[in-house]
């Protein structure tokens, strides 16, 4: 069962800043939906 798991978050897409498309490097304790670069403008 733990292997499922494992692959279930292998297999999600990346985490794309809602703003300008760009590819977000995500933390663990990251929600955000933006980049930094979008943030703060």
């Not at 809602?18 to 943030?39: F, L, R």
Request: with cysteine; hydrophobic share 25%; proline share 2%.
């Amino acid at each position: 069962m733990l292997e499922n798991v494992v692959e279930f978050f292998k297999n999600l897409p990346e985490k794309v800043c809602v703003q300008c498309g760009d590819k977000i490097e995500e933390q663990s304790e990251c929600y955000s939906n933006t980049c930094d670069k979008c943030n703060s403008l």
